[in-house]
């Protein structure tokens, strides 16, 4: 049963839907997935139609999102080709270069490091800094370079390998985009 059918259920065994139990995730699913109407999602709240559309543009879904998320997601055949399209454009041997100095300023340079490196104690001098960055962009660059030329055995063996040596004490990897997708966003809107 859809959202919407199970909520107009309730609704019409007398229960009284309450607007503040609208998650983020419901209305999204009501008004994304379930192509719900601002009209008929008030409907089932007994609130005015202007009450539901606050509240979507209070969490961001919107029609633009919509098609930001399906886009950036590759949901659709069409997101795909276009995915793919970026994909193979940027895994070239050409852009090892950019593509580790790039990831080493995402993953490295832009983080506590430069913190270390930029303290008035000066923990790490100059010359620190440059020794570092070249190692992590040539690690990044040979990363990079068995995923663009499919070299997989290596690649699941440095993983492998280097896993069971070391870092087993870690915390887990917790995924952080670094407001990565909310720039997107922004200069997509832009435009």
């Excluded at 007398?14 to 995730?25: A, D, I, R, S, V």
């Excluded at 570092?132 to 440095?158: G, P, T």
Aim: aromatic fraction near 8%; proline fraction near 2%.
């Amino acid at each position: 049963m859809k959202l919407y059918e199970e909520l107009k259920a309730r609704k019409e065994a007398g229960e009284k839907l309450n607007l503040e139990e609208l998650t983020p995730e419901l209305l999204k699913k009501l008004f994304f997935e379930e192509e719900l109407s601002d009209y008929l999602i008030s409907q089932l709240y007994d609130v005015k139609e202007s009450s539901i559309a606050y509240r979507r543009r209070k969490y961001g879904i919107t029609i633009r999102n919509s098609i930001l998320d399906e886009l950036l997601l590759a949901k659709t055949d069409e997101a795909k080709k276009i995915n793919e399209k970026y994909k193979n454009n940027l895994m070239v041997n050409d852009n090892l270069t950019m593509i580790s100095k790039a990831i080493t300023h995402f993953a490295f340079r832009n983080g506590p490091i430069e913190d270390m490196h930029a303290s008035p104690k000066n923990q790490l001098s100059q010359d620190d800094m440059k020794t570092l960055n070249k190692f992590m962009v040539n690690k990044i660059a040979y990363v990079f370079k068995l995923i663009i030329e499919n070299r997989w055995i290596e690649l699941d063996f440095l993983i492998r390998h280097t896993d069971m040596m070391y870092g087993q004490d870690w915390d887990n990897a917790e995924p952080d985009d670094g407001d990565n997708r909310e720039l997107i966003q922004m200069m997509i809107k832009r435009q």
